[in-house]
C-alpha cells in the first residue's frame, strides 16, 4: 500500500520538562547529535512518505524551522569542506513540509481535526513524537506492511506492544477479535487506560496510526471525554460496527521520550546501538 501524507501532532506544551521548554520544544531535545524529531521525519521518508504536516502551537516554529534549507548555511558547509554534514541535511529537500496550528490543547483528535483541509489521501498516517522504533522495519513501515496483508478495502491499523499488565491505566488498550498472523489481529473493542482488572488484553497502542480520510469525518462529532478533549481513539471506537481495525504488535524496541526518566534513558539505548 502507498501512503503520501503522514501528520505529526507535536503542539503538546511539555510541561513534563519544564523549565526547559519554556524555550526549547520537546520534539528538539538531543538524542545524539540530532533531535527527537529528526527520527520521526527520518521514519516517514524510509516509508516513502513525502508530504509531511506538523501540527504545532505558536512558539514551536522552531520545529518546522529545523528542516527548512538555509542558504547561509549550505554555503558556509561547502566552504569549509565539510561535506558530510552538507549532505546529510540534504535529504529533507525531498519532503514536503506544511504546518497549521493547534490554538488549544484539547486532545489529539483535535489536533487532527486541525489538519483535515490539508488531507487528500485515502489513508494517512500518523505518528506521535513521544514514541520511537529501533529494528529492521519501523513502527510505520511496520503499518504498512500489514495493510498490504489484509483485504483491500477501506480499513485502520494501530500500532500495539504488549506490555505488563499493571501499566494498562497509562495506554489506550486493544481488545483483540481474530488473528490474521502472529502480529495483526483484528479489534472488536478500544479501552482508553482501563485498570488492570478491567484491561480485555495487555496490547498498549504506541503512538502510530493508519487511518482513513473517513476519520476525520467522525471526529468532529465525538463526544468530548470528562477532560474536555476530542480523542482519535473515540473517533475509532465509534467506526468499529463498518470499519476494520488490526492491531498490528510490532518488533524490535520501542523508546519511550515522552517523560524525563524515558528521554535519558532512550539517549542511553541509541548511543549503545550506534556504538558511542
Same mark, same amino acid.
Given at each position: 500500500?502507498?501512503?503520501t501524507?503522514?501528520?505529526?501532532?507535536?503542539?503538546?506544551l511539555?510541561?513534563r520538562f519544564l523549565?526547559?521548554?519554556?524555550v526549547?520544544?520537546k520534539e528538539?531535545?538531543?538524542m545524539?547529535n540530532?533531535?527527537?524529531i *529528526?527520527y &520521526?521525519v527520518?521514519e516517514?521518508?524510509? =516509508? #516513502?512518505?513525502?508530504?509531511?504536516c506538523?501540527?504545532?502551537n505558536h512558539?514551536? $516554529?522552531?520545529?518546522?524551522?529545523?528542516?527548512?534549507e538555509?542558504?547561509?548555511?549550505?554555503?558556509?558547509?561547502?566552504?569549509?569542506g565539510k561535506?558530510?554534514?552538507?549532505n546529510s541535511l540534504k535529504k529533507?529537500?525531498?519532503?514536503?513540509?506544511?504546518?497549521?496550528?493547534q490554538?488549544?490543547?484539547?486532545?489529539d483528535?483535535?489536533?487532527?481535526?486541525?489538519?483535515?483541509?490539508?488531507?487528500?489521501s485515502?489513508?494517512?498516517?500518523?505518528?506521535?513524537g513521544?514514541?520511537?522504533f529501533v529494528g529492521a522495519d *519501523?513502527? &510505520?513501515r511496520?503499518l504498512?506492511?500489514a =495493510? #498490504?496483508?489484509?483485504?483491500?478495502?477501506?480499513?485502520?491499523?494501530?500500532?500495539? $506492544?504488549n506490555i505488563?499488565?499493571?501499566?494498562t491505566?497509562r495506554?489506550?488498550?486493544?481488545?483483540?477479535?481474530d488473528?490474521?498472523?502472529?502480529?495483526?489481529?483484528r479489534?472488536?473493542g478500544l479501552?482508553e487506560?482501563?485498570d488492570?482488572?478491567?484491561?480485555?488484553s495487555?496490547?498498549g497502542i504506541?503512538?502510530?496510526y493508519?487511518?482513513?480520510?473517513s476519520?476525520?469525518d467522525?471526529l468532529?462529532r465525538?463526544?468530548?471525554?470528562?477532560d474536555?478533549?476530542?480523542r482519535?481513539?473515540d473517533?475509532?471506537i465509534?467506526?468499529?460496527?463498518?470499519?476494520?481495525?488490526?492491531a498490528?504488535?510490532c518488533?524490535?524496541?520501542?523508546?519511550?521520550?515522552?517523560?524525563p526518566e524515558g528521554?535519558?534513558k532512550?539517549?542511553e539505548m541509541l548511543g549503545?546501538l550506534?556504538g558511542e
Amino acid at each position: 500500500m502507498k501512503i503520501t501524507q503522514a501528520i505529526l501532532p507535536v503542539a503538546g506544551l511539555g510541561t513534563r520538562f519544564l523549565p526547559w521548554t519554556k524555550v526549547v520544544p520537546k520534539e528538539l531535545l538531543p538524542m545524539g547529535n540530532r533531535p527527537i524529531i *529528526s527520527y &520521526i521525519v527520518d521514519e516517514c521518508l524510509e =516509508a #516513502g512518505i513525502k508530504d509531511i504536516c506538523f501540527v504545532i502551537n505558536h512558539g514551536k $516554529e522552531s520545529i518546522p524551522a529545523y528542516f527548512r534549507e538555509n542558504a547561509r548555511l549550505n554555503e558556509e558547509l561547502r566552504e569549509r569542506g565539510k561535506l558530510s554534514l552538507l549532505n546529510s541535511l540534504k535529504k529533507y529537500r525531498k519532503a514536503n513540509f506544511h504546518v497549521v496550528y493547534q490554538e488549544e490543547m484539547l486532545g489529539d483528535g483535535h489536533a487532527l481535526l486541525q489538519a483535515k483541509s490539508w488531507v487528500n489521501s485515502p489513508m494517512i498516517a500518523v505518528l506521535f513524537g513521544d514514541d520511537l522504533f529501533v529494528g529492521a522495519d *519501523s513502527g &510505520i513501515r511496520q503499518l504498512i506492511n500489514a =495493510a #498490504g496483508k489484509v483485504p483491500k478495502k477501506e480499513s485502520a491499523f494501530i500500532a500495539t $506492544e504488549n506490555i505488563p499488565r499493571e501499566m494498562t491505566r497509562r495506554y489506550g488498550i486493544i481488545d483483540p477479535a481474530d488473528n490474521i498472523n502472529k502480529n495483526i489481529r483484528r479489534v472488536q473493542g478500544l479501552v482508553e487506560k482501563p485498570d488492570p482488572s478491567k484491561a480485555p488484553s495487555t496490547l498498549g497502542i504506541v503512538g502510530r496510526y493508519l487511518i482513513p480520510r473517513s476519520t476525520f469525518d467522525v471526529l468532529p462529532r465525538v463526544q468530548m471525554g470528562k477532560d474536555g478533549e476530542i480523542r482519535l481513539i473515540d473517533a475509532l471506537i465509534a467506526q468499529l460496527k463498518k470499519l476494520p481495525i488490526y492491531a498490528v504488535e510490532c518488533e524490535g524496541k520501542r523508546i519511550d521520550t515522552g517523560t524525563p526518566e524515558g528521554y535519558l534513558k532512550a539517549v542511553e539505548m541509541l548511543g549503545i546501538l550506534d556504538g558511542e
